[in-house]
T-cell receptor, first 109, second 118 residues
Framework: TQLLEQSPQFLSIQEGENLTVYCNSS?????LQWYRQEPGEGPVLLVT?????EVKKLKRLTFQFGDARKDSSLHITAAQPGDTGLYLC?????????FGTGTSLTVIP | EAGVAQSPRYKIIEKRQSVAFWCNPI?????LYWYQQILGQGPKLLIQ????????DSQLPKDRFSAERLKGVDSTLKIQPAKLEDSAVYLC????????????????FGPGTRLTVT
């Protein structure tokens, strides 16, 4: 059992479509991060959400932290091929840091 | 600002051999992490250092894996002897850990070392 479960695991969409990735846990997090990882590279931090119910926007990406701070979502509007990559949520309910199971996104031109 | 450096980028070894990976974190970052990432999965934390002390190594297979961070800067991760299931990407990350707040646990990653055990 993974502490942070992401869905879907794989997503293949056409350029211009919208999508949402979910990150769920039974544990409470003081903050959650979202990372994107491209092949052959390490993950790169996109955003950190701290407050329950918080919504953050980064251009076409919208991140939301659940009210109970147990879940988060990432919504991408009008996806572009450059959005292709592995999306990872991550956080530390205690002292140990966990990454989610990952969502592999492919945007087809 | 220079990023996290790792070497080598690729390594191929036979099972039962030994291998070592090196990491140089971002200057001034007190916390250093080693992760194992199986293809298509999220990284799994192996060990976390705060300066040169171990904060958490609960998921490190200590019968074959070891890590050190001498002088609180560079770090090495060693596998001896390697098994087929150790084939993965080994990522190093660093952060300027703060107690609470928005910046806690924000990590910066190196490019990783891809290990293939045959």
């Amino acid at each position: 059992t993974q502490l942070l479960e992401q869905s879907p695991q794989f997503l293949s969409i056409q350029e211009g479509e919208n999508l949402t990735v979910y990150c769920n846990s039974s544990s409470v997090f003081s903050s959650l991060q979202w990372y994107r990882q491209e092949p052959g590279e390490g993950p790169v931090l996109l955003v950190t959400v701290v407050t329950g119910g918080e919504v953050k926007k980064l251009k076409r990406l919208t991140f939301q932290f659940g009210d109970a701070r147990k879940d988060s979502s990432l919504h991408i509007t009008a996806a572009q091929p450059g959005d292709t990559g592995l999306y990872l949520c991550a956080g530390a309910p205690g002292n140990q840091f966990y990454f989610g199971t990952g969502t592999s996104l492919t945007v087809i031109p | 600002e220079a990023g996290v450096a790792q070497s080598p980028r690729y390594k191929i070894i036979e099972k039962r051999q030994s291998v070592a990976f090196w990491c140089n974190p971002i200057s001034g970052h007190a916390t250093l992490y080693w992760y194992q990432q199986i293809l298509g999965q999220g990284p799994k934390l192996l060990i976390q250092f705060q300066n040169n002390g171990v904060v958490d190594d609960s998921q490190l297979p200590k019968d074959r894996f070891s890590a050190e961070r001498l002088k609180g800067v560079d770090s090495t991760l060693k596998i001896q002897p390697a098994k087929l299931e150790d084939s993965a990407v080994y990522l190093c990350a660093s952060s300027s850990l703060r107690t609470g707040g928005r910046d806690a646990y924000e990590q910066y990653f190196g490019p990783g070392t891809r290990l293939t055990v045959t």
